[in-house]
């Protein structure tokens, strides 16, 4: 049996989402050494100008003159230590006043908007589920260039990660054997294709493994009939359900795998697949077997709103207020 691997998924940030400004104890961490360190700066500054004043009667100019670079120095010192204490705390509430605007960079887009979508298909599967146990799913319309099958009915169109499992033939590439009157360069030429023999088999044992591979972004079509899956190769192709010998739901993982009896087991991963997972598992095991998977009551058990903050940041109350 095939390993199932994981979707991939997008790493969250070094600081999390937060919509909203730190609370004071979380600014105090900065904040308070900042403080320290400017008012021990202005208190040199004043003792300096007392020490100063005094000095200037009985003291030579060079010697003041040489003080003041010290202490400059020394109040430059501490200034430089203040403002990098308090620069990751500076930088921390501009990030949260910009993101309290709905401002993000590049990066931080792409995060929330992975997280809405996961968010709103996360929806859409548990309406899916729920449709099967009342008055059946909603259809929609085919793509215009795919030819129904009689009584087909079309039920989810979208784009997904498409992969097989199947392993290949390599073809192994052996050193050739270095032919001299030197019997020591024969020596290190026989050592050499040993070691490029070994080599050369490892690699060949590696390519030829079974794995994951065709891995694309393809069009996929969910029937009642059968899932349809545009690959680049291939075109169009057609995966029955009456050839599937075990089906494998991961909707947490956003995948699903299905193994066939005659051609290499199919992975699909996307958004789309919880939604998918339910539909295809309906028309392998039935109503019930659906309703009673564990795998796929998690789609009912887990909130919608638990992907808008998946690594438990603290993000999910602000973002649900930025998808409502």
């Not at 100063?52 to 020394?74: H, M, T």
């Not at 030429?189 to 591979?213: D, K, L, P, V, Y």
């Not at 697949?273 to 019930?288: E, I, K, Q």
Request: glycine residues 8%; positive net charge; charged residues 20%.
């Amino acid at each position: 049996m095939m390993a199932k691997s994981k979707v991939r998924k997008i790493k969250p940030p070094k600081d999390p989402l937060r919509l909203t400004h730190r609370t004071v104890r979380g600014n105090l961490g900065w904040a308070i050494p900042s403080a320290v360190g400017l008012a021990f700066a202005a208190w040199l500054a004043y003792r300096f100008a007392e020490f100063q004043r005094a000095a200037e009667v009985v003291a030579e100019p060079e010697d003041l003159k040489s003080n003041a670079l010290i202490f400059n120095g020394i109040v430059i010192a501490v200034l430089v230590v203040t403002l990098l204490v308090s620069l990751p705390g500076l930088s921390s509430v501009w990030r949260s006043w910009r993101r309290g605007r709905r401002s993000f960079s590049k990066f931080e887009r792409r995060i929330v908007d992975h997280r809405m979508a996961q968010r709103h298909w996360w929806i859409v599967a548990g309406t899916t589920r729920e449709s099967i146990a009342s008055d059946g799913m909603k259809l929609i319309e085919p793509p215009r260039e795919l030819i129904a099958l009689p009584d087909e009915k079309f039920y989810l169109n979208g784009t997904m990660g498409y992969s097989r499992w199947y392993g290949t033939d390599a073809v192994m590439h052996l050193p050739g054997t270095i032919i001299s009157s030197n019997p020591w360069l024969m020596i290190g030429g026989a050592i050499g294709a040993a070691a490029g023999r070994r080599r050369a088999r490892a690699q060949a044992a590696a390519i030829s493994q079974a794995q994951w591979r065709e891995w694309q972004e393809a069009p996929v079509v969910v029937t009642n009939r059968r899932i349809l899956c545009f690959v680049a190769q291939h075109g169009w192709l057609s995966f029955y359900y009456g050839g599937v010998t075990s089906f494998y739901p991961d909707v947490e993982n956003w995948t699903f795998v299905i193994d066939y009896d005659d051609t290499p087991a199919l992975r699909l991963q996307g958004y789309l697949a919880p939604a998918a997972a339910v539909a295809v598992s309906n028309h392998l095991r039935g109503t019930d077997a659906t309703l009673a998977d564990p795998d796929l009551a998690k789609i009912m058990r887990i909130p919608h709103d638990h992907w808008l903050d998946p690594h438990g940041l603290g993000e999910q109350q602000p973002l649900a207020a930025l998808a409502d």
